[in-house]
């Protein structure tokens, strides 16, 4: 039998080449266009499969990642789920270290598929489902003390290239090839700011004119210099009070964009019931942050954003009514 060309060879090839839909419905109202790239159809449900793909491929190809080894790294879910998916497809043995307080889903999606994963507790005071930075911080010292007790390999996603990388490489691409090129503003709710930090990078290489504006929850806003007055947001994902942020270039940065977790909760739920896009609450925040920019200096423009991953990671939050 001959090989097809239809066949990918494993999960992995399916990661990446997303659709890019217009977000009609929701922009009735509003003078401009929101076009969303629907990273919750990566094989993962989010769009981190493609850093895990990015960072082990190429610790592989310089000799940082050796056969056998086992990696370590800490997630609010999604990564780890792409590592999960990365290293059982290539026989690394994977350990997940993350926050109790982020959606159990994502702790037994990642379990499924093969990872080990260390739950870490939060700060007395923290909220399950609203992971601050300091909750953060304590997965960060389990993890570093993993990775030692296990002489693994750390897929360090706050810190490695391979993270903006990916988007660079590919997200930015696909979204200019989408276009043609044809749109004026990208927005983007940082975590670890690899996403914004990739696609801004594409995007400005291509087009300076295009305008990148970094994303952060209202009363954590802390890279737009304000002061932290609610660390523990619902915006799962990022929004960690963390600055700097290692991997993203004040040049690339534009503005500043706020969105609240009412904002971004509205908005997610109007993804589901008037366009049929069933994603998180991130997606809710970068479609929010799109629409303040269509109301306000964007008016007749057009804005392109990133879902990020699946609503159905957050089906044991109060996401969903
Ligand atoms: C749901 C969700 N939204 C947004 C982000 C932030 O993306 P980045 O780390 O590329 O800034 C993440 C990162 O883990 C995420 O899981």
Not at 8 to 27: F, H, M, Q, W, Y
Not at 51 to 58: F, L, M, S, T, Y
Not at 224 to 238: F, K, L, S
Request: hydrophobic share 40%.
């Amino acid at each position: 039998m001959t090989r097809s060309d239809h066949v990918l060879p494993s999960a992995i090839e399916a990661i990446g080449d997303t659709p890019l839909v217009e977000l009609s419905r929701l922009t009735r109202t509003v003078d401009g266009r929101i076009l969303a790239k629907l990273e919750y159809l990566n094989p993962g449900f989010s769009k981190k499969d493609r850093i895990a793909r990015q960072i082990i491929e190429g610790a592989e190809a310089d000799g940082r990642l050796r056969p056998g080894q086992t990696v370590v790294e800490l997630t609010s879910g999604n990564t780890g789920t792409g590592l999960a998916i990365v290293c059982g497809v290539k026989g690394y043995k994977f350990v997940a270290v993350m926050s109790k307080g982020n959606s159990r889903e994502r702790a037994r999606m990642m379990s499924a598929l093969g990872a080990e994963v260390v739950l870490v507790d939060q700060l007395p005071g923290s909220k399950p489902g609203q992971v601050s930075g300091g909750d953060l911080e304590l997965v960060e010292q389990e993890a570093q003390r993993l990775t030692k007790e296990r002489n693994a390999f750390r897929a360090d996603q706050f810190n490695l290239e391979g993270n903006t990388r990916a988007h660079y490489l590919h997200t930015s691409q696909e979204i200019i090839r989408q276009t043609n090129g044809e749109f004026d503003a990208f927005c983007d709710f940082v975590g670890t700011g690899g996403s914004f930090a990739g696609c801004a990078r594409g995007f400005k290489e291509y087009n300076p004119a295009i305008r990148c504006y970094l994303v952060e929850p209202t009363g954590a806003a802390i890279l737009a210099g304000e002061a932290v007055t609610n660390p523990n947001h619902r915006i799962q994902g990022g929004g960690y009070s963390i600055s700097p942020l290692p991997l993203v270039e004040a040049e690339y940065i534009d503005g500043y964009l706020q969105v609240s977790d009412g904002e971004a909760v509205k908005v997610a739920r109007r993804l589901a019931k008037e366009e049929g896009i069933f994603a998180g609450f991130s997606a809710g925040a970068n479609v929010a942050a799109a629409l303040q920019l269509l109301n306000g200096a964007f008016r007749g423009k057009t804005v392109v954003v990133l879902l990020n991953d699946s609503g159905l990671k957050y089906l044991s939050t109060d996401l969903w009514e």
